[in-house]
């Protein structure tokens, strides 16, 4: 069956350093998003993608935030300097159409000391 | 504003009864509205979706029921197992039409054996 993977499944890194999760999205499929968790909290979004540029983004989703899909495969999110705040798990999705299902990968924990 | 909240934080069922999961909503004009379970450690997991031309949804197992008088979503599991011991969110779609899913807070279901 075709998943949604996610790499790195935990990272931890020092405040101020960049940070780059990625993710292999469903081959046939044509809308991305990112989604963050933090400990214990509701999914927010952060940012949804279609036909190589952002078709929205969330008030989380500042400059400090960028994402990209380089290869025709991966799509990547980055956080250019962290901060404590970005402490959380890291949800890629992607689904066939711009409504119906999402499917999300199993996440990335990001720790930032 | 945007306000997908859930009643219960929290409910127990003993194996072999009934769940019942609610979920309220604010946006009258959202039209899709989706349920995922969330395993510990897991990405959320698509359980079943309801477009708002219905008012009810069957699948194995699972029935949501959508009211959108009052604006009110409900996911019945019949049966409960085990295995359904998860997180439960609620989500709809963004009426912007820009395919951004917005998740309620999440109910925990404890099946007590």
């Known amino acids: 069956e075709p998943e949604v993977t996610q790499t790195p499944s935990h990272q931890v890194t020092q405040m101020g350093q960049e940070v780059i999760l990625r993710c292999v999205p469903i081959s046939n499929h044509l809308y991305f998003y990112w989604y963050r968790q933090i400990l214990g909290q509701k999914v927010e979004f952060l940012v949804s993608f279609y036909n190589n540029e952002i078709s929205e983004k969330s008030e989380i989703f500042d400059d400090q935030f960028s994402v990209e899909r380089p290869d025709g495969s991966n799509f990547t999110l980055k956080i250019r300097s962290t901060k404590l705040e970005d402490s959380a798990m890291y949800f890629c999705a992607s689904s066939v159409g711009g409504t119906g299902e999402l499917f999300f990968g199993e996440g990335s924990r990001l720790t930032v000391l | 504003g945007e306000n997908v909240g859930l009643h219960l934080p929290t409910l127990s069922v003993q194996e072999g009864d009934n769940s019942i999961i609610n979920c309220a909503y604010s946006n009258s004009a959202s039209d899709y509205f989706i349920w995922y379970k969330q395993e510990s450690g897991k990405g959320p997991q698509f359980i079943i979706d309801?477009?708002?031309?219905?008012d009810k949804r069957q699948g194995q197992r699972v029935t949501v029921l959508l009211n959108k008088t009052v604006k009110h979503l409900s996911l019945q599991i019949a049966a409960t197992q085990p295995g359904d011991s998860a997180v439960y969110f609620c989500?709809?779609?963004?009426?912007?039409?820009?395919?951004?899913?917005?998740f309620g807070t999440g109910t925990r279901l404890k099946v007590l054996a």
């Open positions: 309801i477009r708002s031309n219905m």
């Open positions: 989500a709809e779609s963004s009426p912007s039409g820009t395919y951004k899913y917005i």
